[in-house]
């Protein structure tokens, strides 16, 4: 049950994200079907997918301090393969922000 939630919340979290770019219309969004998924065939891993998922646990975890959005576009741009750990500050410092 808990990676069905996982798994929708972070298909939910993807298409806030893709829904924000479409009104915005000053950024080219890539095709979802055309971002080049990085898959392991032997694992059955998909590494974009994990990254959306760090992505959106990391901004249940840190709220407005968390910018989800800018993660899960480095997960489309660098095809999941610098994936965000939410206990790693290193791996998230660029997607922290300080409110004010």
């Not at 032997?42 to 590494?47: T, V, Y």
């Not at 249940?60 to 997960?75: N, T, V």
Request: charged fraction near 15%.
């Amino acid at each position: 049950m808990c990676s069905s939630f996982r798994l929708a919340t972070a298909i939910v979290f993807a298409a806030f994200v893709m829904a924000c770019y479409l009104i915005e219309g000053s950024y080219s969004l890539p095709s979802i079907g055309h971002y080049g998924k990085r898959f392991d065939s032997i694992s059955g891993i998909d590494f974009i997918q994990i990254c959306l998922n760090n992505c959106a646990q990391c901004k249940k975890m840190f709220g407005d301090y968390f910018q989800g959005q800018s993660c899960a576009e480095s997960c489309l741009k660098f095809k999941g393969k610098a994936i965000p750990d939410c206990e790693d500050i290193g791996s998230i410092a660029p997607f922290l922000n300080t409110l004010e």
